[in-house]
């Protein structure tokens, strides 16, 4: 990585010269979440161009952070992983998400609404413990968002996967959420939460009750809402 070189020996440099690009940190973060594909990755980094997407995936495998392999259950599809030395960036990772958590202003954080983002994260770290062992739908609307960005369903299987859809899958809502793209970014970052949202009529669950019950805990906060911001 000679482009941008800071041109010093000191390891600190080195190693802001391949992780301090563009994008680099954050698709890091995909890694780290268990992301392995390329559709995968660009599902958690949907501003990120496909092209330059490719450009730092070849980045990071001339420096040996991650491997990509040929899967063994779809040919030509390729996987990519985080090898041993991509593994002790994870602290690192977390570092980051710690830091921004506790630091960065609240508000300056939710100028930045991404609804698909949004659904990837809650997909993925849903907890299917407290829901009913059978399938789940739950339909989430949020109402101020164009046609096209404004209903995603969440198919929740606790004996298989939690699938997310953007195109209305077919099958019985067990509950509809209603909600605005800001509250619901809140809560997933924990600086707000279900109960206060439904409260004060920010956001409406309609259908199972035991579903809206238990959502604060079926939602799968991000992995940084138990941080508590330090600065003032």
Sequence with gaps: MTIGSYRQFCPVAMAAEILCTRWTVVLLREFVAGSTRFNELRR??????PALLSQRLKELESAGIIARTASTSEPGVFEYRLTASGRELEPIIEAFGIWGQRWVDAELSLQHLDVQLLMWDIRRNLDTTPMPVRRNVVQFLYPELAPT???????VDPA????LCSIDPGFEVDLYVS?????MTAIW????TVRAAV??????????GQLAS???TWLGLSPFAKEH????
């Excluded at 298989?160 to 699938?163: C, K, N, Q």
């Excluded at 909600?179 to 509250?183: A, G, N």
């Excluded at 970052?189 to 707000?192: P, R, T, Y």
């Design 44 to 49: 958690g980094v949907p501003r990120m161009s």
């Design 149 to 155: 960005q404004r209903s995603w369903w969440l198919i």
């Design 160 to 163: 298989a996967s939690v699938d």
């Design 179 to 183: 909600v605005d793209l800001r509250t």
């Design 189 to 192: 970052m924990g600086l707000d």
């Design 199 to 208: 409260a004060s009529q920010r956001m409406l669950l309609t259908g199972s």
């Design 214 to 216: 238990a959502m604060q």
């Design 229 to 232: 911001k330090l600065a003032s």
